[in-house]
């Protein structure tokens, strides 16, 4: 059990705080100093390395999720309401990510290759909005997974 709870929460820290790092220092740093024509590629190198940790993150919170409630819950019966919020709410955040990651961050990447900074920059604003949709739910659910029980 310490396994499952240190792995699931090491990887709701790593997607979730990644996106915090993301959406609120590094989108504001960009813009000062990188030169609008190289944004997008910027972004795509940046979200080709976070996404693998992402992906990483997600299997590892569903494997372990389910793991913990199927082994000490004794399945979805014996969840309290926290774990059935936290689960809804990571499903949506899965699903958000999986869209980021298979039509704007791939339409992004097509930019980039095609050098059109432009589309590169729609795109980018077109994550910047999941993403920021998917940091509010990811902080919502931490704070049940925190303090759920208790709530």
Same mark, same amino acid.
Not at 9 to 20: D, E, H, N, P, T
Not at 114 to 130: S, Y
């Given at each position: 059990m310490s396994l499952a709870i240190a792995l699931h %929460? &090491?990887?709701? #820290? $790593? !997607? %979730? +705080?990644?996106?915090?790092f993301a959406y609120m220092a590094m989108r504001l740093a960009v813009v000062e100093v990188i030169d609008a024509s190289q944004r997008g590629a &910027? !972004?795509? *190198?940046? &979200?080709?390395?976070?996404? =693998? !940790? #992402? !992906?990483?993150? %997600? $299997?590892?919170?569903l494997v372990t999720g389910y793991w913990m409630l199927f082994s000490v819950f004794g399945g979805m019966a014996g969840a309290g309401w926290h774990i059935h919020v936290m689960q809804a709410l990571g499903i949506v955040m899965?699903?958000?990510?999986?869209?980021v990651y298979f039509a704007p961050f791939r339409r &992004?990447?097509? *930019? #980039?290759?095609?050098?059109?900074?432009?589309? +590169? +920059?729609?795109? %980018?604003?077109? $994550? =910047?909005?999941?993403v920021g949709t998917n940091l509010i739910l990811g902080l919502i659910v931490v704070a049940i997974g925190a303090g759920g029980r208790y709530l």
């Open positions: %929460v &090491l990887s709701a #820290v $790593i !997607w %979730v +705080g990644g996106m915090f &910027l !972004w795509c *190198a940046t &979200l080709s390395r976070f996404f =693998r !940790w #992402v !992906w990483a993150a %997600v $299997i590892l919170l899965t699903l958000l990510y999986a869209h &992004l990447k097509q *930019a #980039v290759a095609n050098q059109n900074p432009q589309e +590169g +920059g729609r795109q %980018v604003g077109q $994550i =910047r909005k999941l």
